[in-house]
């Protein structure tokens, strides 16, 4: 009798110890228009509310509507001595991929971690300004499976966004991934 309730309540606990740890800590947030007759930063942080609430929010304002073209290169870089280039470097075709997310499981999975919080929910075209509506970042841990891709470090995820082939604003996430 009294094993199987041990046994529960250890697997209760372990439960517990899950969900409470997160799994990725962001730590910073930076959003930059190179081209501003093309493309505005209105806001763009990582706000701490309390311990337990922590969100992302981000603004872009697009000035020559409606966008067509839109190519985006995400690479990883993990820091050693400085941040070095690490794992994934992949281009895409945004539009391409919007209309069939399947077609690539690595964009398909960032995509998911803040695609309901966005207006990014959508194909081509883009005939609106860019919105992460404060994504929470508990919302990330919860989409975040114990199997991440990646092993634990600090990480920027460095996005370039192209339109029309030239590269027009960059996106920058800086995490700790446990
Ligand atoms: C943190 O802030 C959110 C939003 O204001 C609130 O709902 C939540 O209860 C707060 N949590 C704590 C631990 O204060
Ligand atoms: C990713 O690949 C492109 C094309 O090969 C290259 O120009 C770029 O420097 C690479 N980025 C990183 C972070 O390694
Ligand atoms: C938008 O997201 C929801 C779920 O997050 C999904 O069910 C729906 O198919 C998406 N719409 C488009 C146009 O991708």
Same mark, same amino acid.
């Given at each position: 009798?009294?094993?199987?309730?041990?046994?529960?309540?250890?697997?209760?606990?372990?439960?517990?110890?899950?969900?409470?740890?997160?799994k990725v800590?962001f #730590?910073?947030?930076?959003?930059?228009?190179?081209? @501003?007759?093309?493309?505005? =930063?209105?806001?763009?942080?990582? *706000?701490?509310?309390?311990?337990?609430?922590?969100?992302l929010?981000?603004?872009?304002?697009?000035?020559?509507?409606?966008?067509?073209?839109?190519?985006?290169?995400g690479? #990883?870089?993990?820091?050693?001595?400085?941040?070095? @280039?690490?794992?994934?470097? =992949?281009?895409?075709?945004?539009? *391409?991929?919007?209309?069939?997310?399947?077609?690539?499981?690595v964009a398909d999975y960032i995509h998911r971690l803040f695609r309901t919080y966005s207006?990014m929910n959508?194909?081509?075209?883009?005939?609106?300004?860019?919105?992460i509506?404060?994504l929470p970042i508990s919302f990330v841990n919860n989409q975040v499976t114990?199997?991440l891709p990646?092993?634990?470090?600090?990480?920027?995820f460095?996005?370039?966004?192209?339109?029309?082939?030239?590269?027009?604003?960059?996106?920058?996430v800086?995490l700790?991934?446990?």
């Amino acid at each position: 009798m009294g094993a199987p309730r041990c046994l529960i309540a250890l697997l209760a606990c372990l439960f517990l110890v899950e969900e409470v740890e997160p799994k990725v800590e962001f #730590t910073n947030f930076k959003c930059t228009s190179l081209d @501003p007759k093309f493309a505005i =930063v209105e806001h763009c942080y990582l *706000k701490s509310v309390n311990r337990t609430y922590k969100y992302l929010a981000l603004k872009i304002n697009l000035l020559q509507k409606p966008v067509t073209r839109i190519k985006v290169n995400g690479a #990883t870089w993990k820091r050693f001595n400085g941040y070095k @280039p690490s794992l994934y470097n =992949v281009t895409i075709d945004a539009c *391409k991929f919007l209309k069939n997310p399947k077609s690539n499981p690595v964009a398909d999975y960032i995509h998911r971690l803040f695609r309901t919080y966005s207006n990014m929910n959508h194909s081509c075209p883009f005939n609106h300004d860019v919105i992460i509506d404060k994504l929470p970042i508990s919302f990330v841990n919860n989409q975040v499976t114990a199997v991440l891709p990646v092993p634990p470090g600090d990480y920027m995820f460095q996005s370039h966004w192209y339109a029309y082939d030239i590269n027009r604003a960059t996106v920058q996430v800086y995490l700790t991934i446990f």
